[in-house]
């Protein structure tokens, strides 16, 4: 069954009046349904389907106007300097081109990663820094890969070899080619950074407490609350700094620091951080990280801006995280589909919407909080319900921009993975599917309740 997509933003900025979201309006396009494709390159398990991505989505042609703008005429209106005010309802043809083009580029990290466990390079990346965007099957994508990203979880896993902690490759850093620089107006700092995959990486994702970040030894923030696995992912290195890289957090501000500092005097330039799932807390991660530190500064001074675009990502912090990244100057277009559960975690019951006795027993300061302003889709595939949490049905719902109705959240509540799955187990009868498989991929669907 081909997905369907409605698009509708909201703000975390903005105070909401339910517990639920609220149905869209219709959007006033006309387009192709996004089709499926040949079943993905890289094997994973059901449980690993919630965070990998399609091998591939057909392109879908669409009615809209042809954009008048250009990306470089506007791309600090891309980019959010504006919360995206005006841009996401109708949701406006060069920004719909931008973040399809941003999630394309999440998409290749799991297209060249080494998932075969028998391979001497398990969990690295299948192909050099030099053509590793064009073995991902991103046609000129316009980018330069600088540096390979590594995470080393600090929770138990599965030993390696060494009888150490092992790293896994999770994204890279790229800056835009001279060419790519006209188009867009501007110099691009990328970094791109996948989800979940390792079982160390799940084990992570399962501490879902709040702790104080304490990133910055210059100033103690300590209201400043940040989901513990994530925050493990992104400072952990191997014991003893024995494989020379450091933490991802070190990696990450080391590189992009450097492409900042080193940009062309006068020349304008940007910071995007895009990233898939566990990838997209990173990416939150990161850009408030960087502001903190004010690494988003070039030689001259000037400050760039740092935008976080994420596709099917979790909440990371509280609302003194959220308030933070704003004073900052963080911005954060959420890309999420109404049916993909990762979406609603952590905080599933306890959170910025929660009303009533529950948010009074909570109190305020440790609710998870979403940041930045939604940009909602409404996709699923009954044959495929892995698919409400795959990158490349998320890019095919941002190109498709097909109509749809999302469904009742108030009365969904928040039982909606229990309703999603009874919706899944109705198609799988009508459709007459041996329920051995419907079980596989309903467990597939039910463990994204508690992983990421």
Known sequence: MASTATIRPRSALHKATSPARPKPCRARVVAAAAATASAAAMATTAAERACAPAASVARTTSTRRTPTASVA????????????????????????????????????????????????RHMCCKHGKETVLEEAGVVDAGYEVTRYIYATPDVAGPPS??????????????????????????????????????????????????????????????????????LNL????????????????????????RLVK??????????????????????????????????NRDAAGRRVPV???????????????????????VKALRVAN????????????????TKGFLAAWAGGGDRYTHVGVELALDFLRFRDPGSVHDIGAYVSAIKAETCGKTPNAAADGHGGVLAK????????????????????????????????
Not at 103 to 109: D, F
Not at 425 to 448: P, S, Y
Request: glycine content about 12%; hydrophobic content about 40%; overall charge negative.
């Open 307 to 329: 935008t976080v675009f994420s596709y099917g990502g979790p909440r990371v912090g509280n609302a003194a995280f959220k308030e933070r990244c704003g004073e900052l100057g």
């Open 73 to 120: 005429s506007m791309w600090r209106q891309v980019q959010g300097s504006h919360d995206w005010d005006g841009l996401l309802q109708p949701l406006h043809p060069v920004v719909r081109d931008e973040v399809a083009r941003y999630g394309e580029l999440v998409g290749a990290c799991y297209k060249v990663l080494d998932a075969d466990p028998s391979s001497p």
């Open 338 to 353: 109404v049916r993909d559960p990762v979406t609603m975690l952590p905080g599933a019951l306890i959170n910025e919407d």
């Open 234 to 257: 992104y400072t952990s290195s191997a014991p003893g700094g024995a494989d020379g890289m450091g933490s991802c957090r070190d990696q990450l501000l080391r590189e992009v620091s």
């Open 161 to 230: 070899t060494s009888g150490r902690r092992s790293s896994s490759w999770v994204g890279y850093v790229a800056v835009s080619t001279d060419e790519m620089t006209r188009r867009l107006g501007r110099r691009d700092v990328l970094v791109s950074l996948r989800g979940t995959v390792t079982q160390a990486e799940w084990a992570a994702n399962l501490m879902s407490a709040l702790e104080p970040a304490h990133l910055h030894t210059r100033r103690a923030l300590p209201d400043v609350k940040v989901e513990s696995g994530f």
């Open 421 to 452: 799955v009874t919706e899944f187990v109705e198609g799988q009868r009508a459709a007459a599917f041996a329920w051995k498989e419907a079980a596989l991929q309903m467990g597939g669907l039910v463990r994204t309740l508690g992983m990421i």
């Open 262 to 295: 080193g940009a062309h005097p006068g020349e304008d330039m940007s910071v995007t951080l895009a990233g898939h799932s566990m990838g997209s807390a990173l990416s939150t991660l990161l850009g408030y990280d960087l502001a903190e530190l004010g690494l």
